[in-house]
């Protein structure tokens, strides 16, 4: 249940940018919070989901939506240089069909934007 | 998005706190030269027990010290403080009882411990085989162990320790003429999750495979020093 410290580690984030200079001149109430988390996290988006709402509820920030974009798996084989997309894990290439590759996405675990009322 | 409501871009990682505390542990055992290794697993798949007989065949003055994580309890840090090293034990109860162990878990603990005085430490994480695998500690190496008990295919339904892992630890070899277990099949598992995992197979009471993990560890402290 690591999801219950990345929900507050997101909340300290929010907190500290709502408090900082992106924020500046900001008048609108926040609506909700975009973070993009990779397929190769071990982060179940409902449980963050969960936790979010839980850890949000009696806070300034009661009721902000969590939406989560979620990033598939890729790799780029370092054989034949070819970037695919993978649903299962056994990185083997599609093309050439070495196990040498490198992932370039998936591991994301990002806060993206503060979406707030104009 | 609709009319009403615009977004303000932020792009941070997550987990940006707990990596910034990570680097800094990072900075401080370069500065002491040791060299972290961190252990992760299921409950039970032998960590302490790998520890207890790491701590005795350790050669050449190697002074090692170990960080202890669990839940509740100080059982651990009793079996290993036998071996007179310095053993700081984590509950994380105190910290909402924690499946796992964070960098500012590691930078509290390193209070109680002299970095100058040692060469190589230890992190028994808790027994968890999810958890563990998302939180840099600062440390050098990961290192997952497997028990055969558990069956030939954790590396697959828990793939990520296995792949942030540095080196495989199967323990419990001995026990494989008792079991319905398919080596070949856990060796199949690993090698599909991660290609250039190295795996040692190991039995505690045989011996197998223990000259090739303290020379894994020594090659590790030899690297650790010299990036230090």
Redesign the interface.
Known sequence: ??E???AQ??L??VEQ?MAGP??EG?T?RL??V??RIGR????VPDVLRFMWAAMVDGTAIEGVALEIEEVPIRARCNGCGEEQEFVD???VCGRCGS??VEITSGRE?????????? | MTDATRRIPVITRILEANDRVADENRRRFAEAGVCVVNLVSSPGAGKTTLLEHTLPALRGGVRAGVIVGDIATTRDAERLAVHDVPVVQITTEAFGGSCHLEATTIRQALDALDLDSLDLLFVENVGNLVCPAEFDLGEHAKVALLSVTEGEDKPIKYPLAFQVAELAVITKIDLVPHLRYDLDAMRAFLEKVNPRLPRVEMSIYTGQGLDAWMAWLEEKMARAAKRG
């Open positions: 249940m690591h219950a410290s990345i580690s997101l300290d984030q940018v992106a924020f900001v609108g609506v909700r975009h973070v190769m996290t071990a982060v894990i056994g990185f196990t040498d675990l990002n806060l993206v934007s503060l979406e707030v009322e104009s």
